[in-house]
């Protein structure tokens, strides 16, 4: 059986957990402190990082690598379509959540009010609450202008441009980061990908010491 070396609330391993769970892979989750720097983790990954996966003999990281590898070796369902340019569009766009918004936002939320206390780094720095909240409107518009125009982000059919956003907004609502009242088809693409197989486990998640609201696992929020 495969295993992945995790942390629950990280976008990145979500994303890596989505595709997993989509192609019906079968994976032991490990959770893994990494900021730890465990020797026989940092053997898998010297870069110190989650998420790893242990797949098919070999260890890898780097959830882009690991996702690109796993539509190479196991392209149905495909999470990327056939066109290039609109997997340019997809790729474009999951490097846009884990890029531009991890920075924006992401970094400055969930960090801030879970990894600082998780890693004993002392307090949330208001300053990066405040910006990451101001900035996630700014991404929650942009979202809608896209679904306004498309029935998935990157177009007509969900690819891993969903899985990768949704991976980063599953970690903010887990903590209430998210106001869902500002667009209405954000919420209502939220509520798709909410609703498939592949992301009842990240609804179980639970992380000792920060309880999940109510409706973080409600398919009808």
């Known amino acids: 059986m495969a295993r992945l070396f995790h942390v629950p ?15 019906k892979i079968e ?20 870069a110190g990082k989650v998420p790893v996966l242990r797949l098919d003999g070999i260890i890898m990281s780097e959830s882009a690598a690991i996702c690109e590898y796993l539509e190479e070796t196991r392209p149905d369902p495909s999470l990327l379509p056939s ?3 609109q997997r340019l569009e997809v790729r474009r766009l999951v490097s846009w959540f884990d890029d531009k918004f991890h920075t924006e936002v992401t970094s400055k939320l969930l ?17 990066n609450v405040k910006a990451g909240a101001k900035a996630i409107k ?19 059919k969900m690819t891993l441009a969903d899985f990768a956003a949704a991976a980063h ?23 798709k990908i909410k609703s498939r197989p592949a992301f009842r486990a ?12 109510k409706h973080y696992n409600d398919l009808d929020f």
Request: charged share 30%; proline share 7%; glycine share 2%.
């Open 111 to 127: 960090y801030e009010r879970v990894n600082k206390k998780m890693m004993k780094q002392g307090y949330p720095d208001s300053k």
């Open 27 to 46: 994976v032991e989750l490990v959770e893994e402190r990494y900021w730890e720097q465990d020797p026989d983790f940092m053997r898998r990954n010297p």
């Open 202 to 213: 990240l609804l179980a998640d639970q992380v000792s010491g920060f309880p999940p609201p």
């Open 138 to 156: 700014y991404h929650l518009d942009y979202m809608t202008w896209l679904l306004d125009h498309r029935r998935w982000l990157a177009g007509d």
């Open 169 to 191: 907004l599953s970690s903010l609502d887990y903590i209430s980061d998210v106001d869902w009242n500002r667009s209405d088809v954000v919420k209502d693409w939220y509520a």
């Open 83 to 85: 066109d290039p340019v």
């Open 9 to 23: 609330l990280s976008p990145f391993c979500r994303k890596v957990r989505l595709s997993l769970a989509e192609k």
